[in-house]
């Protein structure tokens, strides 16, 4: 009889990898969270190793503002009820400076 608690399960589902924005440009970062034995406590969005957010209830979104210029990595972590966490796979996105003058690829 396996008690142990089932860890909760989370997917970013903005933004897109691959997507670029502008600094200053407010960045929508929402993930799906789920605890198949229990309830998500909350949902904690990364930039790396910094905290930008944190969403209690679902749906789990933040609007992220202050994104630095650069490729950034973008992570969620969801927190079930008896503290188990999950972290989702990464996704990059490119923050561009505002003065910046495109890029032709």
Not at 14 to 20: C, F, Y
Not at 62 to 77: E, L, P
């Amino acid at each position: 009889n396996n008690t142990g608690n089932v860890a909760p399960t989370v997917t970013l589902t903005s933004p897109a990898a691959g997507a670029s924005f502008t600094q200053g440009t407010a960045i929508t970062v929402s993930a799906n969270a789920a605890d198949s034995d229990g309830t998500i406590t909350q949902v904690q969005f990364f930039d790396g190793a910094t905290l930008i957010g944190t969403d209690t209830t679902a749906p789990y979104s933040i609007s992220w503002t202050n994104a630095a210029v650069g490729t950034r990595s973008i992570t969620a972590r969801a927190t079930d009820n008896s503290n188990a966490t999950t972290t989702s796979a990464a996704v990059s996105i490119t923050v561009t400076a505002t003065n910046a003058v495109p890029t032709v690829s």
